[in-house]
């Protein structure tokens, strides 16, 4: 803002890069072979973030799922409902640096 009773002594400033890591979304479907959205599905995230326990995530009536992890979070998902079988029967994920859609089971 410009005081005309104030003298400043910098008339610009410098700025340095500033980065900000924003969560990032891990979501996908879990389906019968048939296609058929599976509903109340347990997925695992593993490990949280450090100290958390295990985050769990369930899929709603279409077998949609949805879950923020940290920038670079590293873990696996894995689920899990009853005596049925997944493929793949888990996700590795090393460094997550961007969104990760369409992680699918089935």
């Not at 969560?23 to 072979?33: A, F, P």
């Not at 949280?48 to 590293?74: L, M």
């Amino acid at each position: 803002p410009y005081n005309k009773n104030f003298v400043y002594s910098e008339p610009s400033a410098k700025v340095s890069a500033l980065t900000i890591d924003f969560d990032k979304i891990i979501s996908g479907k879990v389906t019968t072979t048939a296609g058929l959205g599976v509903e109340g599905v347990t997925l695992t995230f593993s490990p949280p973030s450090p100290g958390a326990e295990d985050k769990i995530v369930i899929t709603q009536a279409d077998g949609t799922y949805e879950h923020q992890v940290p920038n670079r979070w590293s873990g696996t998902v894995t689920p899990s409902k009853g005596s049925l079988c997944f493929f793949p029967p888990s996700i590795d994920y090393p460094d997550v640096t961007e969104d990760q859609t369409g992680q699918d089971f089935r």
